[in-house]
């Protein structure tokens, strides 16, 4: 994948900020958020091939060098392909299992599990982890360097910058992600075929709709590369991506090389679909429940992705993923009779113990006897095995296991000692098997080829497992096919289970007799499952569906037996949904002769069927073409050097007046090594005097799991005021203007740290130093009233506040598990209690705690409650200085309904405490809030979208705000009748609004407001770019 879209744009406004005047130190505290935790401390090294530097460390060498030599033949692919030469050497950062992939610094933000690998658009680096298998590790290699050739072919080669940036990054992802998915795995792909089957069942959408989220960018962008290559020829993708740079639009660079009309282009693709697939359907069938009941689905109340089912051994109970709670992947136990969920057994959602549980890759295990299930799972970083009382619901045994990178499809041997696994270790896949007695780890399998998926007999002297050791060619890197394996776990020897010359058999299941096998396979073009005999091997087909038996992912387990009966549940591809279906009659279990379903062609290829010069194919089946050997690689130590990211854009102003003439300009400037663990933002703005400069220098290191960064400020705030009138001066009358300046200028040195403990609570703390210096000008220019000629031009110093110098410590404990919606949390908790003692030219200690809980007690609706309280204490001369600006309740995102522009003159009703104690009610040196609010989404609520969010991002919200602001001495500002807090009065609001995300670039906020304690105003309209609380 590429970044982009939001997250992108977000990157690109905040590196701008400064151009338009607001600054903030990198290294200022994040107020809420999650953890990106560095739970290791990587000791990365380069290798250097002939066009890439590989990043690696140690425990990666043998897959690093695979990486390179990969690497180069994509090169040779995709040079060829494209007509293009890289300008720059290309760097790749590889990481040896996801977990480890999810700590880079090279990327921005928390990744998520089903990422397989980015593109990055500043240093142009490629990231990713080793997926264990050859193939998958070389597929998603060659998926990111399309990306790089996307970048450096639509961009200039120069340093990225606001008015430098690839056209990549403005096309649709199904042009760019499509394409990169049909460059690397070709026109022949059966997932892919899949999906597009189960799609062409219904009303395909024409090209100017793909941009819509309904449709995966990946599966529907490389059909529609498929359809166009074959058609025009391979060499017209290279030539609409180079188009593409010039049109800066998706369609217009496809109809100037294909020169056609985009309907035409649709109406083409969509017919070939249909001559591809439409001859399947009566030859296969398209209704899963052909074969048994529809046990898990959005019909029987479950989700609509159910993965990964597991049987119990007597076949009454599964256990499946599920994102049935509609906020994470997590695991429920069902009754497997009647589809009805019984027990969650895990809350990832919420829960930091639980960072993954493998569902893309990965299924559980129910031990022999039923009573306990094992799953593969990630916590600290580290892989383990988490086994569940199935009584109780509760993980009653944890087995972490960090030597490891990853843990899938745990099986248990038949006495319930030992557990086996498929594991990934140093960028390969392996078995180990894990005696829960002794508390010991063996190694069953130790070499670079795939071993995947090991299920155990039910004698236990064999375990199932999938391999690509009988075909795959290590010296030529050539991919093998994944074939079912027997694993005698004494001796470590390996036989293979012989099934079929093409395509693959995976996720092997054993039958109750111990005697046969059911294995997943695509042989005929569709993924179904089939049986064999392991004493005549004798294969029967048992399912033969149009769509077919999948998991997420083409790898994925998708089906269980039960160990002690005649009972089968699979997962089925239909309408875009995961369903599970529970198979009981003997007949279909025991299978049929095998069906050709091959209708006009290959059910795995994409159309068109005839091909013009399929080059992407023939490279593809060509393992030698551009691989070099590794002699000629070389290693050398990596040393963090810092290297530009990104220029802001520069501005540059002039003006003059009867005051002067004005100049101004500024610009921003990031850096990283390529690791991006050393960071330094450096920004400068000028407006006019020296005074009035701001300048910022702020580094962050994030190499280790401890966070610390300094940063180097000065901002001045400038207010004034202008007045202009009549008078007279020597005698002669005089037009008088006079201009008052103040100047605020703030100088800052600060050191922060932040020890994350998970990925939801953190320890943050730091010490500065501050110095505050005031200054006014006052300057008095007079001009002849009859002839304009300056008769004055005086200016004057004014006596302003003193100087202050401030030094502070701060400490503060925060935890966010929120999940968002559209525009703000629905779901979690977050809080934040911050202490900062502060001595100097004052003495005083801010404390600040802020809790806030986000509850649904119906779907979509959340009840929203904040309970804040911040506060200056200390002695009154310090906490209440009034160098020190007073805190305000009125703002949008506190206490609505009082905000300062809202003011008239005419509320303000003089006392002998106040000019207007409506106002100055609300501001003190100590504020409490309390806010409850309803929010909801109202298009999801009417089932107008996708999901349960709508298809707007529009929440609608009711609220009711109450807060007081108090000092050290009572002022009198209370209302006869108004509730006294303290010294403060209380005052509160409530009113209902609407909030949108616009673009994800900013929350507006859009609210009818009603202030109880302001009768001269009542209920009014309020406006603002405010996220929800």
């Not at 209440?880 to 009703?909: H, K």
């Amino acid at each position: 994948m590429i970044l982009k879209s939001a997250r992108l744009r977000g990157a690109l406004l905040a590196a701008g900020v400064w151009a338009v005047g607001l600054a903030a130190p990198p290294v200022q505290a994040q107020y809420f958020g999650r953890n990106k935790v560095q739970y290791e401390d990587f000791q990365f090294d380069i290798l250097r091939t002939l066009h890439f530097d590989i990043y690696y460390y140690p425990e990666e060498r043998e897959a690093a060098v695979m990486v390179g030599r990969m690497a180069e033949r994509w090169y040779a692919r995709l040079s060829r392909l494209l007509d293009h030469e890289l300008h720059h050497r290309q760097p790749i950062i590889v990481y040896a299992s996801h977990p480890h992939f999810e700590q880079t610094n090279a990327i921005l933000g928390n990744i998520g599990e089903g990422t397989g690998g980015v593109t990055e658009l500043f240093k142009r680096r490629v990231v990713l982890p080793l997926a264990g298998p050859l193939e998958e590790s070389d597929h998603v290699l060659g998926h990111e360097l399309a990306h790089a050739f996307q970048f450096d072919i639509t961009g200039d080669p120069g340093r990225v910058s606001a008015a430098n940036l690839p056209v990549a990054i403005r096309l649709p992802l199904w042009f760019i992600e499509g394409m990169a998915e049909y460059l690397s795995v070709g026109p022949v792909d059966p997932h892919t075929a899949m999906w597009m089957r189960d799609a062409a069942r219904g009303k395909l959408p024409g090209l100017t709709r793909l941009d819509n989220g309904r449709y995966f960018p990946y599966r529907w962008g490389q059909s529609l590369w498929a359809y166009i290559a074959g058609r025009w020829g391979d060499d017209a993708v290279g030539h609409i991506l180079k188009a593409s740079r010039r049109t800066r639009d998706a369609m217009a660079a496809i109809q100037r090389v294909v020169d056609l009309p985009v309907d035409s282009i649709s109406e083409g693709w969509h017919s070939a679909l249909h001559a591809a697939f439409d001859p399947l359907i009566p030859l296969t069938d398209s209704a899963p429940s052909t074969y048994g009941v529809e046990l898990l689905s959005q019909a029987t109340g479950s989700g609509g992705l159910n993965v990964a089912p597991a049987l119990s051994p007597d076949g009454r109970k599964v256990v499946f993923m599920s994102e049935r709670g509609l906020f994470s992947i997590d695991i429920y136990l069902a009754d497997a009779e009647t589809g009805k969920v019984e027990r969650k057994l895990t809350e990832t959602a919420l829960d930091p113990h639980f960072e993954s549980l493998q569902f893309i890759n990965s299924a559980g295990a129910w031990s022999a006897d039923g009573t306990r299930f094992a799953v593969g799972a990630v916590s600290g970083g580290d892989p383990l095995l988490s086994v569940f009382d199935i009584e109780t619901g509760n993980v009653v045994r944890e087995v972490s296991l960090p030597g490891l990178g990853e843990v899938f499809n745990p099986t248990w041997s038949p006495d319930g000692r030992y557990l086996a696994f498929s594991a990934n270790v140093a960028g390969f896949s392996d078995l180990f098997a894990y005696d829960l007695a002794t508390d010991s780890l063996r190694r069953l399998t130790e070499d670079a080829f795939a071993d995947l998926q090991p299920a155990w007999s039910p004698d236990g002297s064999r375990i199932a497992y999938v391999t690509d050791r009988f075909s795959a060619d290590l010296a030529t890197l050539r991919h093998g096919r994944y074939e079912v394996a027997l694993l005698d776990p004494v001796s470590g020897t390996s036989e293979r289970v012989p099934a079929f010359d093409r395509g693959k058999a995976i996720n092997p299941q054993w039958a109750p007799d111990g005697q046969r096998l059911y294995f997943l396979s695509d042989q005929s073009g569709i993924s179904n499952i089939y049986r064999i005999s392991l004493a005549t091997q004798e294969i029967t087909q048992v399912t033969n569906l149009y769509a077919g038996v999948t998991g997420i992912t083409g790898l994925s387990p998708a089906f269980s037996t039960a160990a002690r009966a005649s009972r089968l549940v699979f997962t089925a591809y239909q309408r875009g949904d995961y369903q599970v279906y529970r198979v009981d009659d003997a007949d279909i279990l025991a299978g049929r002769t095998l069906i050709a379903a091959n209708g006009n062609g290959d059910p795995a290829a994409l159309p068109p069927a005839v091909r013009q010069q399929p080059k992407v194919a023939a490279m593809l089946d060509n393992p030698n073409f551009g691989l070099p050997s590794s002699e000629d690689f070389t290693t050398h130590d990596y040393a963090p050097r810092f290297s530009l990211d990104y220029v802001s854009q520069p501005y540059l102003v002039f003006g003059s007046d009867r005051f002067g003439t004005f100049i101004g300009g500024g610009a921003s400037l990031f850096w990283s090594d390529m690791l991006g663990g050393h960071n330094l933002a450096t920004a400068l703005q000028v407006n006019g005097s020296l005074h009035d400069v701001s300048a910022l220098v702020g580094y962050t290191n994030l190499s280790r799991r401890l966070n610390w960064g300094f940063a180097l400020q000065q901002i001045p705030y400038v207010a004034g005021r202008f007045v202009r009138y009549l008078d007279t001066t020597g005698g002669q009358l005089a037009v008088f203007e006079q201009l008052l300046r103040y100047r605020q200028i703030n100088r800052d040195a600060s050191l922060l740290g932040a020890y994350p403990f998970n990925r939801m609570q953190r320890l943050e703390f730091g010490v500065g130093y501050q110095n505050v210096t005031f200054d006014a000008e006052l300057r008095t220019i007079a001009t002849s009233y009859f002839t304009g000629a300056t008769l004055l031009d005086v200016r004057q110093e004014l006596s302003t506040l003193g100087g202050m110098h401030l030094g502070s410590a701060t400490a503060a404990l925060v935890y966010d598990n929120a999940l968002f919606g559209w525009t703000s949390p629905i779901l979690g908790q977050r809080y934040r209690f911050e202490l900062t003692p502060t001595v100097g030219s004052l003495t005083y200690a801010s404390l600040l705690a802020d809790y806030r809980r986000y509850l649904m007690p119906a779907k979509p609706f959340t009840l929203a409650g904040r309970l804040m309280h911040y506060g200056r204490y200390g002695p009154e001369s310090s906490a209440e200085d009034n160098r020190l600006a007073p805190l305000f309740l009125g703002y949008t995102g506190i206490v609505r309904g009082y905000d300062i522009n809202s003011f008239a003159f005419g509320e303000c009703q003089p006392t002998a405490a106040s000019s207007c104690p409506s106002f100055d009610r609300l501001t003190g040196s100590k504020l409490l809030v309390g806010n409850l609010e309803v929010r909801f989404p109202p298009l999801g609520l009417l089932g107008l979208g996708p999901n349960l969010f709508g298809a707007v991002p529009i929440d609608l919200l009711g609220f009711y705000d109450a807060g007081v602001a108090w000092t050290a001495r009572d002022r009198g500002l209370c209302d006869t009748g108004q509730l006294q807090v303290f010294t403060g009065c209380v005052v509160s609001s409530a009113g209902a609004g609407l909030r949108l995300n616009f673009l994800g670039f900013a929350i507006i906020e859009i609210d009818r407001v009603y202030p109880f304690y302001r009768p001269l105003k009542g209920g009014h309209w309020q406006f603002s770019f405010t996220p929800g609380f």
